[in-house]
């Protein structure tokens, strides 16, 4: 009969902070391998992609974490699992203080989405550096306690479990965008209130209410684009397609008011109505405010009395464009 060695006296310390850390980890994989395009737009933000593509850094880092969040979950206290990860709590720190500092000074928009909860968790540069200092830092140094030493360096199960879901999480990441998950991996899904998709926190804070405050009442169907293909670029014939449908729906008096939002600068937006005449209310909207509310461009939605009900993947569906022209 093998003598099984009993286990450190603070053996439950350790492994409970490890699995803490572990579902940290991975509920910061699962906000980001929803929409891993924001993902990679943070990585430029932060100027990581020198070496190799955003989009390609992208999913090595989700499949990283996703691995080291795995092991931790499973109990694999070894030393090549906590002393990377170690590290990597000491890069996630570096990165929200960076961006911190630089909101401080007025270097960067304190508005955009901080820390290694992507687009889903709505956070200052500040709270992203506290909330990690507290969620990261306490589990990852309690998980080196009552660590056994007498356990094998690389638990065959269990590694290989860390092994396939870490590959499983680059493949989801990498099909993902092609997933009809915008409502699972934005912040706007049928149900929310106008008032309550924001940008910025405070005295600061920009909604979409008050940049579009039309959408509190009535009935509205919301389009938001990228204009610069049609304002000096290259031409987008669907979207080009969707606006005369779109002036044409405007017309009616009887069907919902058409909206069309867009990050374009002045200068594009001036382009758009004079080479595109929309008869639609064009807004100008803060890139923050916008990029969490959708994966790709386009994307529309149904606003009744301030309310979102329907959101669609792309351009509105010809029925609804129909609808708007000639209502019921």
């Not at 638990?155 to 999480?169: C, D, E, F, K, M």
């Given at each position: 009969?093998?003598?099984?060695?009993?286990?450190?006296?603070?053996?439950?310390?350790?492994?409970?902070?490890?699995?803490?850390?572990?579902?940290?980890?991975?509920?910061?994989?699962?906000?980001?391998?929803?929409?891993?395009?924001?993902?990679?737009?943070?990585?430029?933000?932060?100027?990581?992609?020198?070496?190799?593509?955003?989009?390609?850094?992208?999913?090595?880092?989700?499949?990283?974490?996703?691995?080291?969040?795995?092991?931790?979950?499973?109990?694999?206290?070894?030393?090549?699992?906590?002393?990377?990860?170690?590290?990597?709590?000491?890069?996630?720190?570096?990165?929200?203080?960076?961006?911190?500092?630089?909101?401080?000074?007025?270097?960067?928009?304190?508005?955009?989405?901080?820390?290694?909860?992507?687009?889903?968790?709505?956070?200052?540069?500040?709270?992203?550096?506290?909330q990690?200092?507290?969620?990261?830092?306490?589990?990852v140094?309690?998980?080196?306690?009552?660590?056994?030493?007498?356990?094998?360096?690389?638990?065959?199960?269990?590694?290989?479990?860390?092994?396939?879901?870490?590959?499983?999480?680059?493949?989801?990441?990498?099909?993902?965008?092609?997933?009809?998950l915008?409502?699972?991996?934005?912040?706007?899904?049928?149900?929310?209130?106008?008032?309550?998709?924001?940008?910025?926190?405070?005295?600061?804070?920009?909604?979409?209410?008050?940049?579009?405050?039309?959408?509190?009442?009535?009935?509205?169907?919301?389009?938001?684009?990228?204009?610069?293909?049609?304002?000096?670029?290259?031409?987008?014939?669907?979207?080009?397609?969707?606006?005369?449908?779109?002036?044409?729906?405007?017309?009616?008096?009887?069907?919902?008011?058409?909206?069309?939002?867009?990050?374009a600068?002045?200068?594009?937006?001036?382009?758009?109505?004079?080479?595109?005449?929309p008869?639609?209310q064009?807004?100008?909207?803060?890139?923050?405010?916008?990029?969490?509310?959708?994966?790709?461009l386009?994307?529309?939605?149904?606003v009744?009395?301030?309310?979102?009900?329907?959101?669609?993947?792309?351009?509105?569906?010809?029925?609804?464009?129909?609808?708007?022209?000639?209502?019921?």
């Amino acid at each position: 009969m093998t003598n099984v060695a009993p286990r450190p006296r603070l053996w439950w310390v350790g492994t409970i902070a490890a699995a803490v850390l572990g579902i940290v980890l991975l509920v910061a994989v699962w906000a980001k391998v929803l929409d891993p395009a924001a993902f990679a737009e943070q990585i430029r933000t932060e100027k990581l992609d020198f070496l190799v593509p955003a989009g390609t850094l992208a999913l090595f880092a989700l499949a990283l974490e996703a691995a080291f969040g795995l092991a931790l979950l499973l109990g694999v206290r070894r030393l090549w699992v906590l002393v990377p990860a170690v590290f990597l709590v000491t890069f996630f720190l570096f990165l929200t203080g960076r961006a911190w500092w630089l909101s401080a000074h007025g270097l960067r928009d304190a508005a955009a989405s901080c820390g290694c909860f992507g687009n889903l968790v709505q956070r200052t540069p500040a709270e992203a550096f506290w909330q990690d200092l507290l969620l990261l830092v306490p589990p990852v140094l309690l998980a080196f306690v009552g660590r056994r030493r007498q356990a094998p360096v690389i638990p065959p199960v269990r590694t290989a479990v860390v092994a396939l879901g870490a590959v499983a999480v680059a493949l989801f990441a990498w099909k993902s965008p092609q997933l009809p998950l915008d409502d699972l991996a934005t912040r706007l899904r049928p149900g929310v209130r106008v008032d309550g998709l924001c940008a910025g926190s405070g005295k600061g804070a920009v909604c979409l209410s008050t940049v579009a405050g039309g959408l509190q009442k009535g009935d509205n169907l919301v389009v938001i684009a990228d204009i610069s293909k049609l304002s000096g670029g290259a031409a987008d014939p669907a979207l080009a397609a969707a606006v005369d449908q779109l002036n044409t729906a405007a017309g009616n008096p009887d069907g919902p008011k058409i909206w069309l939002l867009t990050a374009a600068t002045p200068e594009q937006l001036t382009a758009f109505n004079w080479t595109m005449g929309p008869v639609f209310q064009v807004i100008e909207a803060p890139p923050e405010l916008l990029r969490p509310l959708y994966r790709q461009l386009p994307r529309s939605f149904r606003v009744k009395d301030g309310r979102v009900t329907e959101t669609y993947a792309g351009l509105p569906p010809p029925t609804q464009v129909a609808a708007a022209r000639n209502p019921a």
